[in-house]
């Protein structure tokens, strides 16, 4: 990127000398954007995309309680996701598929 | 944080709101900055049964990071947690891989306890770091 986009510091920063950590926003960098925020019991779900997106995925315990992936034990594979679909063996999930990708 | 500043929408929404997850960027919160998106390999060398592989970041502080790894054929599990997964071409074993950053990198380590592979095994990761600092 040349010198020219849209850098935005936080309040009381000098924006031409702020670090890059702690601006507001800069179109230096990418921002992860979601593509799908949802909830879904153990299930294999079509995520819509033409490609391998990253993803992020809590599960609930305890009634109340989330923790990241499959941290939670449980038997079986972990949550994966492939070309087509975000598969969770297991249940009480809240996931975000970004439109960032793995491959 | 003054009157000013710039504020973003979703579709159908006002910038009168006061709700923040009605704005794609509200400049009185900061947003996750991505560096680019950087691919990878894992390899697990013949006859061992684990590798960690450290990936300097030069930042000086511990960045958030997204990180995923294509375990199985076509399939891709996070690296956030410490995961446990089957090995889909040796039933009843699995890899146990996790991922942190400190300071200086991001390191991923993966082991599969009790097995061994007669050829090296690559492993494909896909990793973003963050440039806003968990400390």
Redesign the interface.
């Known amino acids: 990127m040349g010198d020219y986009g849209i850098k935005?510091a936080?309040?009381g920063q000098d924006v031409e000398t702020a670090l890059?950590?702690n601006?507001?926003?800069?179109s230096?960098?990418?921002?992860?954007k979601i593509a799908k925020h949802n909830t879904s019991g153990a299930a294999t779900v079509s995520h819509g995309l033409a490609y391998?997106p990253?993803?992020?995925?809590y599960r609930r315990y305890e009634g109340t309680k989330f923790?990241?992936?499959?941290?939670v034990p449980d038997l079986?594979?972990?949550?994966?996701?492939?070309?087509s679909n975000i598969?969770f063996p297991n249940g009480n999930n809240y996931y975000f598929i970004?439109v960032?990708?793995?491959? | 944080?003054?009157d000013y500043?710039?504020k973003i929408t979703r579709t159908g929404v006002a910038t009168t709101s006061t709700d923040p997850r009605d704005y794609v960027?509200w400049?009185?919160?900061?947003?996750?900055?991505?560096?680019?998106?950087v691919?990878t390999t894992l390899v697990l060398i013949a006859g061992t049964s684990s590798i960690t592989k450290t990936i300097p970041h030069d930042?000086g502080?511990s960045p958030l990071f997204?990180v995923?790894a294509?375990m199985?054929s076509?399939?891709?599990?996070?690296l956030?947690?410490?995961?446990?997964?089957?090995i889909d071409s040796s039933p009843g074993f699995a890899y146990a891989i996790s991922s942190y950053t400190n300071s200086t990198n991001l390191v991923i380590s993966m082991s599969c306890p009790g097995k061994t592979f007669a050829t090296n095994q690559t492993y494909?990761i896909?990793y973003?770091i963050?440039?806003?600092?968990i400390v």
């Open positions: 935005i936080i309040d890059d950590k601006l507001v926003y800069s230096k960098y990418n921002g992860m391998v990253m993803f992020i995925n923790r990241i992936d499959s941290q079986g594979d972990a949550p994966h996701v492939t070309t598969i970004f960032d990708h793995a491959a | 944080m003054g500043g710039l960027l400049s009185k919160y900061k947003s996750l900055k991505s560096q680019a998106r691919t930042l502080y997204f995923a294509e199985n076509n399939k891709w599990y996070n956030h947690a410490i995961q446990t997964i089957p494909n896909t973003f963050i440039i806003d600092e």
